[in-house]
């Protein structure tokens, strides 16, 4: 069974930092992206950052400078590390990547979110 698996979320006061990490298991191919989603309740899922396979990043413009997101090929994982964080950064952090379980085909896969709380 194909499964992605976050981990790191937590309560934590303003100006710290936390550490996402997210696995992708079972019988994969490859991956391509990799990335972070954050949802708020009445609000939209919102793009936080990803990474391609070969390095490339994106980041939302309300994270950069403070958040880096990074990646271990050989151990099928995204990372989030979060600094300086902020109460407008409380959210629900989903992890999501594109699975190749057969060559050529790339699937839309989900995490099953981890909460973030910033507040003192």
């Known amino acids: 069974q194909v499964q992605l698996v976050e981990s790191g979320g937590g309560l934590v006061q303003p100006g710290g930092s936390l550490r996402l990490s997210c696995a992708a298991s079972?019988?994969?191919?490859?991956?391509?992206?990799m990335g972070w989603y954050r949802q708020v309740p009445g609000k939209q899922r919102e793009l936080v950052a990803h990474?391609?396979?070969?390095?490339?990043?994106y980041y939302a413009d309300s994270v950069k400078g403070r958040f880096t997101i990074s990646r271990d090929n050989a151990k099928n994982t995204v990372y989030l590390q979060m600094n300086s964080l902020k109460p407008e950064d409380t959210a629900v952090y989903y992890c999501?990547?594109?699975?190749?379980?057969?060559?050529?085909?790339?699937?839309?896969?989900w995490g099953q979110g981890t909460q973030v709380t910033v507040s003192s």
């Open positions: 999501n990547a594109d699975l190749v379980l057969t060559p050529g085909r790339g699937d839309d896969y």
């Open positions: 079972g019988r994969i191919f490859s991956i391509n992206t």
């Open positions: 990474i391609t396979r070969g390095g490339y990043t």
